[in-house]
Each structure stands twice: as C-alpha cells, then as structure tokens.
C-alpha cells in the first residue's frame, strides 16, 4: 500500500521558515518524480515545487515562491522535503506532497497519481 505522509506545517508569522516533510512507503521512491503543491481555500491547487526522480537533478518553481522555496529528496529516507524561507501571508494553504512515476518534473496535478493527505501552513502578518 501506497502511503505519503506530510509533516511540518504550523503556524508562523510572516518572514519566518518552516521546513515540511514528506515519507514514503509502498513505492520505490527513487523511481518517482515528487512535487509540493498547495490549496487555499476557495483556490485550485497549485504547485508550489517539482522535483525529477533518482538524483533530483531537475527541480521546478514557479515565480510565486522562486528563491524562497527550495525541495530536496534524500532516496535513502523514502523523503522530500520543502525548505519555505520568508513565508508570506499569502503561503497559507494546505500543502501536499505528490508522486508520479518516472524522471522528469511536472507543474500539473493530473501528472501525479499519488497524493497526501496534506499538512496546514498558516503565516500570520
């Protein structure tokens, strides 16, 4: 069986960092491309940070969080992680990790077939 777990979402105040965790089982890990992605309420999901599989040599950002977020992988823990520095208001969502099978990055969410079941983020000004 398939499991994502998230963890490291709280509540911080704006300018701080938060670092989220996501551990795998059930899959080979270094076989899967992983994203972060983000749903506030009333919004669609969106990514927030793509990385490729094995070497995690390609990672994807787009403007809203570039040069402030950054994701790693470590295949020996089954873990990506998402490093957030200079949260904003505007971070606060609900933030998911997502597998997809093969090498490259995606931005889109029906790239991805397995998802978490997510960790709050709440940045207050």
């Known amino acids: 069986q398939v499991q994502l777990v998230e963890s490291g979402g709280g509540l911080v105040q704006a300018g701080a960092s938060l670092r989220l965790s996501c551990a795998s089982s059930?899959?080979?890990?270094?076989?899967?491309?992983m994203g972060w992605f983000r749903q506030a309420p009333g919004k669609e999901r969106d990514i927030v940070a793509a990385?490729?599989?094995?070497?995690?040599?390609?990672?994807y950002y787009p403007d809203s969080v570039k040069g402030r977020f950054t994701i790693s992988r470590d295949n020996a823990k089954n873990t990506v992680y998402l490093q957030m520095n200079s949260l904003k208001p505007e971070d606060t969502a609900v933030y998911f990790c997502?597998?997809?099978w093969g090498s490259g990055t995606s931005a889109s969410e029906y790239q991805y077939n397995r998802w978490g079941q997510g960790t709050q983020v709440t940045v207050s000004s």
């Open positions: 997502a597998a997809r």
């Open positions: 059930g899959l080979t890990f270094s076989n899967y491309a």
């Open positions: 990385i490729s599989w094995r070497d995690g040599g390609t990672t």
